[in-house]
Each structure stands twice: as C-alpha cells, then as structure tokens.
C-alpha cells in the first residue's frame, strides 16, 4: 500500500482478497435476476413488486459509491474495506433469509450501500500494490474479475435456485465473503496518515432524497395508478424540489457533492447521457428477459441462466479487442458501432414469439453483450480524456452514479410499461375472443365452462404479455437509433490523451 511501503506486500494473497471481492460483488448485479419469478412467489410480490429487489440494490450502489474517497481518507482504506465486506457479507445473509418483499427490499438496499465502495476500492489498491509498468496487467486482472461475476450471474443463480432454493443466491456469499475478511484483515496494511477530505453532506443529503424519492414514485406508479394517487404526486413534489435543491447548491456552493467544473466539459455530459441509456439497455433486459423465459416460454430456471450467459459471454469478448482499438480509432465510431449492435439486438428480440426456440433468446444476447461491451470502455476514456486529471475521481463518482441510475429508471419504467401494455392488450384480445368466434373453433375445452374461460383467459394473458414485451423491445430499438446522431456532437480526445488513468475507467 503507498502509506505502507516500509512494511512487506504479499501481493499475490492481496491480489486474491482483492479479487474475490470482485468477483462476489459483481457477481450479485446477475446473480438474483433468473431467480426473480421464484423470489416473486415466496414473497407473495406481484410482477413488477420484485423489480425493487434489483432498483433497491442498484441505487443504493449509485447514491454511496460517490463517498468512497472520503471514507477511506477519514478511516483509512483497510477499515473500510473491512467494513464494507462485512456489512455486505451479513446484509446477503439476511436477504437470504428473508421473508417477506418489505424484509428483502431494505436488506438488499442495506447491501448495495455496504458494496458500493468494493469496486472502485478494488480498483485503487491494485494498482497501489503494484509499481507503475504493472498496472496494465493489475487491471487486465481487475477487469476479467469484473467482468467473470456478470457471466457467471446467470447460469450460477439458475442452478442455484433449481437444486437448492433462490436464497442460495445471497447465502453464496457469506463463505466468501468471511474469507475475503480474513484476507483483508492479515494482508493489508493500514494507512498511517489518513487525509481528512470534506464532504458536502448537504449536497449528498438532497440528492439521496431526490433519488429515493423519485425511484419511489416510479417503483410504486404502477401499483397506485400514477398521479390519481396522491402518494404519487407527494413523492414527485419531494423529488422536483430535492433536484431543484441539489441544481442550485452545484452552482453557489465552492465545494458542492457534484461539482460544477465536471459539467463544464461537454464530453463528459453527453457520456453521461449516453452513460444513462447504457444503464438502461442492459440493466432493464436483464430485469425483463428472466420473467419472459419463466413465466412464458416455460423454461426452467436452470435453462434461463444457460440462455443469458452468452450476454455476459459477448460483453467480454467485445472489451477484449476495444481495448486494442481505443486510440487507433475514432471513438465516436467505436461507439455508434456498439449502439448499432445493442439496436439489432433489441429489434431482434422484438421479434420473439412464445413459439421461438431457445437460441433466438442466446444469440440476441450475445450481440447486445457484444454491443454494450463496445460501450463501456470508450464511454469511460470520452468521459475522462479531456476533464482535467484534478477532476477525475469526482467525475468517476458522478459518472457511475448517473449510470446506476439508468439502471434502477430503466427497469421501473420499462416493467411498468410491460404490465401496462400487457393489461391493454388483454383487454382488447378479450373484446375479440368470445365463444363461438372462428379463432376458438378448434379450443379444446368448452367454454361454457369456469374451467374452459380459465384456460381461454390464461391464453390471452399469455399472449398478452408477449405483445407487451414486444413493444418494450421496439421502444428499446428506438432509443438506440436516437441517441446515434448525438454521438456526432462529441469531441475526438487527443490521441495522448485517450487513456486516462485506469483506476478512473468505469467497468461494469
């Protein structure tokens, strides 16, 4: 560690601690989305109740991982990281015996706050542990560690779940866990010389209330029938007022939360924009497919975690030869390829039918993996390359921040609107399939009978929801082609400047 250079480094059993934090803290971000239908009915939550599992997880991951830096300047890096393990090691314990939909929502919000600092941390003793010329192989290691949690994700929380139950997906990470405690406890040095950096506690204060609220609002909109219910405007009024604060105390404030000089670079606003739909693209697939393979297309759970592996599979590979063309390409190239990639994927998936075999579902996956993969990294370089370095690491903060939130937007907004649809298209395919019509000739029941309208009705829900699901994909394709002509009015960093410090880039 840099305060510890006197004392010795075991930096392979560093480098192992390290990792396993990694690894179990990226692998949680998949982990539980297979296991969704079966957590839905042991919480007794409707369909889109259980997407809070994955928005709790994912803002409380975006509101505390801006205060990293200053709880390792206060406390010192090891107590920290101590802390954070321990706390995410204990709250995964109570997730995963939690019994009820109230019991997991708090404990996964608790466990995405104790992790949030794991990654960046992970990142920046690396590379203290290492001397300057092996810090491209400290973060080639850091990245496939990243990046192993999200292909694993899948395919481990679907046998989990099918062979012993979908708590295994959060207990999993209790032995791990202890032993990374142990690693942390007897490998890594405490700082000597703690810096004292100040935090605008005031600035973090309205933006969590902000963001809290309005995740709020758009978790619960559905449920309530959006703005007929008064909690709903109540928790739009909190959120307006709380950004309008958070808006006010950037530009007065000397030193605010989100510091102004970051929006003064336009390329790191429009990767931040860009950064967003990012977000929302993969967090929001990863929420919806699950149910759609589960609940319709009556694939195991097993299988399901088989069918999305390849995403993670394609993410890998496609950050394994950016990183070779960042600096002998345009990134702004790099970048329309990837949402030209992440587009044909969404239009692909909406053409599903509950007829489509399994490898229509694998194979979108793996192109949309392979275009988000040729997002990620030079997003990250045309976010930093022309901030100045003295920004960086607030930039970095601010920058997952906004993408988090995409995230935990995208899937309330998107499963809200599936149900939505759903519920629409059901009505009208309802008003078209009454007895004797010529699309029931053939319908093997009588529908004279409760039994018979039970099945019929069961049919058009399905057919329903896979209607609804379509035209989530098709808005999804959208988006992609809009944000497209945007790219154009990014600037080409310098070619010396298109790799900024690793321990700055964004990963997954």
């Known amino acids: 560690m840099t305060a510890g250079r006197d004392l010795p ?6 480098t192992l601690s390290i990792m396993t934090a990694t690894v179990m803290i990226a692998l949680d971000t998949t982990i539980a989305n297979v296991a969704l239908p079966h957590m839905q009915g042991s919480v ?71 992790g949030a600092a794991l990654l960046p941390m992970s990142q920046a003793v690396l590379l203290d542990i290492n001397p300057p010329e092996k810090h491209g192989q400290a973060m080639a290691v850091w990245g496939m560690g990243a990046m192993l949690g999200p292909i694993m994700g899948p395919a ?23 032993l990374t405690m142990v690693g942390i406890f007897m490998f890594i040095h405490g700082e000597r010389h703690k810096v004292q950096l100040k935090l605008d506690f005031f600035g973090f204060a309205a933006l969590s209330i902000g963001i809290a609220a309005l995740q709020l609002m758009l978790d619960t909109g559905q449920l309530k029938d959006w ?43 429009f990767s931040l924009f860009f950064g967003f739909i990012l977000g929302v693209l993969v967090y929001a697939t990863m929420a919806l497919l699950p149910q759609l393979a ?15 592996a390849p995403r993670g599979l394609g993410t890998l590979l496609a950050m394994f030869f ?18 030209t990639l992440a587009a044909v994927a969404s239009w692909q998936m909406s053409q599903f039918a509950l007829t489509m075999s399994p490898e229509n ?40 921040l906004v993408r988090n939130l995409g995230a935990s937007v995208g899937i309330a907004v998107l499963q809200g609107m599936q149900i939505s649809k759903g519920i629409t298209v059901h009505s009208a395919l309802t008003e078209k399939v009454v007895p004797g019509t010529p699309q029931l000739s053939g319908f093997p029941l009588d529908l004279s009978t409760p039994a018979g309208l039970s099945v019929l009705n069961a049919e058009v829900t399905r057919q329903a929801s896979m209607v609804a699901y379509v035209n989530v994909f098709h808005l999804m394709t959208l988006i992609c082609l809009v944000a497209a002509p945007l790219l154009l009015l990014m600037r080409t960093p310098k070619r010396d400047a298109a790799a900024p410090d690793p321990k700055h880039l964004a990963v997954e």
């Open 361 to 400: 579902m694998a194979v979108s996956g793996f192109i949309q993996g392979m275009g988000t993969g040729m997002l990620f990294v030079p997003l990250s370089v045309a976010a930093f390359s022309t901030l100045p370095a003295k920004w960086r690491a607030d930039g970095a903060g601010v920058y997952t």
């Open 294 to 308: 589960q609940v319709l297309l009556d694939y195991p759970v097993w299988t399901t975690g088989l069918v999305m």
């Open 44 to 114: 007794s939550a409707s369909a889109d109740q259980i997407t809070w599992v994955l928005t709790s997880y994912i803002v409380a991951g975006a509101i505390f991982t801006p205060m990293t830096g200053w709880l390792t300047g206060r406390f010192g890096r090891k107590w920290v990281f101590l802390v954070a393990v321990g706390g995410f090691t204990f709250t995964s314990a109570l997730c995963g015996i939690a019994t009820s939909l109230a019991e997991l929502v708090v404990f996964r919000l608790l466990q995405g706050a104790f």
């Open 9 to 14: 480094i075991n930096r392979p059993m560093i």
């Open 322 to 339: 950016v990183g070779r063309l960042v600096g002998k390409m345009d990134l702004r190239l790099i970048l329309l390829i990837g949402l």
């Open 156 to 178: 481990l929380g679907g046998w989990l779940t099918e062979n012993l139950s979908w708590r295994w997906c959060f207990l999993i990470n209790v032995p791990f866990g202890l």
């Open 227 to 269: 703005f007929n219910s008064p909690e709903i405007w109540i928790e739009a009024v909190i959120a307006a007022i709380a950004f309008c604060v958070v808006a006010i105390h950037t530009v007065t404030s000397e030193q605010s939360f989100l510091p102004r000089a970051l929006f003064k670079d336009s390329n790191f606003v």
